[in-house]
């Protein structure tokens, strides 16, 4: 469960860094550097890192702020990724509106082409190790699985001022998470997933993956609002005659 605690705020281990690169056979795409013996290397995925994080026996509780800093330079996308996530599956009630609020930071960031921030009472919520590493453990195959249909494709869609435009259409979708919308916080939180993973691995066709569930989404929450606008004043209307 998050709580806020100083004790998370211990530095992050220079292996966990979001640069870190791992062999990768000859051939599979995305190699960022050449290792000892001319050995291809690639940059961690996201699934990898939070595998790592959550195996780190030397750390008590992970928080917000560690997150941020282990993810470095792919902060702001891989922490949508993170607060998105648990809003497409089923949720107790409330969870769309404790993590709506940090996406709207993070999206609003990325909008302005900010260097990711969260302020402190965001970023000092924690959770105990051991809940992190059952959270990693559900998130991680399938993030993992996604990882694998990802490459570098269609550069233009992900350039830094197209980044910023899907960081304006995600703070439009995490704003629509954050409110109280009967079934309306799945889609938008479906296509902040879908754009954060598109940003992270530089790929354009995922982009696109995501102005479609984007449009999706505004058109199924639309069709909601009208429906219960509707509703409301049918029994104002038969309430008073």
């Known amino acids: 469960m998050m709580a806020h605690d100083e004790e998370a705020r211990a530095p992050v281990p220079d292996n966990f860094r979001h640069d870190a690169v791992e062999p990768t056979a000859d051939g ?13 290397l690639r940059r961690k995925t996201l699934s990898t890192i939070l595998t790592e994080i959550a195996g780190d026996t030397t750390r008590d509780r992970v928080s917000v702020g560690d997150l941020l800093r282990t993810m470095h330079g792919r902060a702001i996308a891989a922490l949508m990724l993170i607060f998105a996530f648990p809003n497409v599956l089923p949720s107790p009630p409330g969870t769309s ?17 900010r260097l ?9 919520r924690s959770m105990t190790r051991a809940d992190f590493e059952s959270l990693v453990t559900r998130v991680a195959p399938v993030l993992a699985r996604a990882e694998r249909l990802l490459r570098p494709r269609l550069p233009f869609l992900v350039s830094a001022g197209a980044e910023r435009v899907v960081g304006g259409i995600c703070l439009l979708l995490a704003v629509i998470v954050l409110l109280p919308i009967p079934f309306g ?12 993973l598109g940003v992270l691995e530089r790929d354009g066709v995922w ?18 609002l009208y429906a219960l606008a509707k509703a409301a004043i049918f029994l104002i209307t038969n309430a008073f005659t």
């Open 28 to 40: 599979e795409d995305g190699p960022s550097a050449v290792g000892p013996g001319g050995t291809p």
């Open 116 to 124: 990711p921030w969260l302020p402190a009472f965001i970023s000092n």
């Open 185 to 196: 916080n799945t889609l938008p939180a479906l296509a902040v997933c879908i754009f954060a």
């Open 207 to 224: 982009i696109l993956t995501g102005l479609a569930v984007s449009a999706l989404s505004v058109l199924v929450v639309a069709s909601v």
């Open 97 to 113: 509106g404790v993590l709506g609020l940090p996406l709207v930071y993070l999206t609003s960031q990325m909008m302005l082409g």
